[in-house]
């Protein structure tokens, strides 16, 4: 129960954001610019300022990113296993499989806050620091195929990645940030999380599902149940700190991130089963974090 009321205001904002669209009547481009703003400017800020606000050496959070790209990287194995055995065509494989290993940083730095204040969300920074670079690849190159696409520009031009890649520089080199500049960018990441979860709220749609559902159920169960299997074998494997363990759990069991619907419908994906597949994970997780959180080991 005391997970659960951890986990409860996060999902209570994405439900004031349905509510504000459904409800309420607020416009569509309402929240598809402050989706913008948040993408482009105040989640960078978040990142950045979570990733400085820690001393860290490379030798400290090597086995932390490694276990990060392990962890991804069997997301994304079984993700392609759905290719053999279901046989969807490649378009529809491409537009789901990100589902299986894309992420919703909003809710994983929001609860890592709340789970285990500045030192957990610090955490939680470097971990989605190196899972975006990955997810974007993946997901970028898998719906690039037979299409006149930069694969690298795609990437490169990530502002998550752009402010991950800031903050690592910035706090490896020691770089000294003025207080001034350093509140600056907490407000700004203050703002993030409550304005991203209403964006994802207003996001959520389950029309789509039909011919693809097959393989929509592979990619939630990938998602929702294999990933925080993965995360515990690999915790337990490599010597991590226990808040490093806790917040590999927790990352692991994080819903499908909205912008998978964007970038299969800019790719020319299908877009309305990514949105139902994303949709349902987001409303599936509200049971499922409290339940592995419950039954962690460490």
Known sequence: MAIFTLVLPDFLLI?????????????????NTAEKLVYYILFPA?????????????????TLIAATAVLMSGGM????LAMPILRPTPIIHAS????????????????????????????????????????????????ARGQDTRLLAEVLRNPLILATFAGLAFNLASV????????????????????????????????????????????????????????????????LAPTEQYMLLLFSTLPTASAAYILAVRMGGDGRSV????????????????????????
């Open 176 to 239: 000294p940030i003025p207080d001034f500049a350093m509140d600056t960018l907490q407000r700004l990441g203050a703002c993030a999380i409550a304005l991203g979860l209403i964006c994802v709220g207003a996001s959520l749609s389950i029309q789509g599902l039909g011919a693809t559902a097959k393989v929509m159920i592979w990619m939630l169960v990938v998602r929702l149940f294999a990933m925080p299997v993965l995360a515990i074998m690999i915790a337990l494997a490599l010597p």
């Open 275 to 298: 949105a139902a597949t994303t949709s349902l994970s987001t409303m599936l997780s509200a049971l499922t974090i409290p339940l592995w959180l419950y039954l962690s080991p460490f």
């Open 77 to 80: 194995a079984l993700a392609w």
């Open 96 to 143: 789901l499989a990100q589902c299986a290993y894309r992420f919703n940083t909003y809710i994983g730095l929001s609860l890592s806050l709340s789970l285990a204040g500045t030192e957990g969300q610090s955490t939680m920074a470097i971990i989605v620091g190196c899972a975006v670079p990955m997810a974007n690849i993946a997901a970028v190159s898998g719906l």
């Open 15 to 31: 439900a004031i954001g349905w509510a504000l669209l459904h409800l309420l009547n607020y416009r569509a481009d309402f929240f």
């Open 46 to 62: 978040l990142l950045f300022s979570s990733i400085v606000r820690e001393p860290l050496s490379l030798g400290d959070a090597s």
